[in-house]
Structures are given as C-alpha cells and as structure tokens.
Nanobody, 126 residues
Framework: VQLQASGGGLVQAGDSLRLSCAASTRTSNIYAVGWFRQAPGKERELVAAVSWSGSNTKYADSVKGRSTISRDNAKNMVYLQMSSLKPEDTAVYSC????????????????????WGQGTLVTVSS
C-alpha cells in the first residue's frame, strides 16, 4: 500500500482543516488506516484510526469531539476533518495503513502499521 497525505497548511486557532490520505494498492487487500502526528520534540502519537468498513473509529482524547476520520473505499481515500484547531495541534501529520482480514478491526499503535505515507505539516497560529 502506498500512501500520500495532503491538506496541511498554516491556519489560525479555531479554524478547520481537512487532511486527505490517498492510498494505492496492487491487490484487492483490505486495509485499516490511522492518522498519526508528531509535534516538534515530541513522540509520534495516534490521532485517529478507522477500520476498512468505516464502522469503527478511535480518537485520541486530545482531538475527540473536534475531529472526524472517514474513508471512501471506492476512491481509496481516507480523510481527517479537524475543527476548532489549537496551537497544540501543530505537528506533522502522517497516515499509515496495514492490511487486515477483518473489515471492522482498528489498530492504535505505530508498530501495527506496515505502510506509511510522507507527512503533511499543520501549523496552527494563535
């Protein structure tokens, strides 16, 4: 699975932003996806994860209620809609994927993901 993240940029606190992750696969494997972020000087952390079916999702407490992860499997796209952005949301955001046999499984740790896209920088100014 090859991944390409996009949609980052410079925004003001309180703004909204939608990140996109385009996936390409050589086979018809199903895959779960996670969005991670890494702020300067900090460890990379999970922001949100979604199952292949889209029916199961998980969010970090720091973004819960402000973010929505969704996917369009027909287009091989996964989105992360973020609102009420805060300066502490500033980070490089990366999408990751792993193939799975379960359409409802989600994965929350970095080590569970085999495929990573390049990051997209989100900067939130106060």
């Amino acid at each position: 699975v090859q991944l390409q993240a996009s949609g980052g940029g410079l925004v003001q606190a309180g703004d909204s932003l939608r990140l996109s992750c385009a996936a390409s696969t050589r086979t018809s494997n199903i895959y779960a996806v996670g969005w991670f972020r890494q702020a300067p000087g900090k460890e990379r952390e999970l922001v949100a994860a979604v199952s292949w079916s889209g029916s199961n999702t998980k969010y970090a407490d720091s973004v819960k209620g402000r973010s929505t992860i969704s996917r369009d499997n027909a287009k091989n796209m996964v989105y992360l809609q973020m609102s009420s952005l805060k300066p502490e949301d500033t980070a490089v955001y990366s999408c990751a994927a792993r193939t799975t046999s379960s359409i409802t499984a989600i994965y929350t740790t970095q080590s569970e993901y085999a495929y990573w896209g390049q990051g997209t920088l989100v900067t939130v100014s106060s």
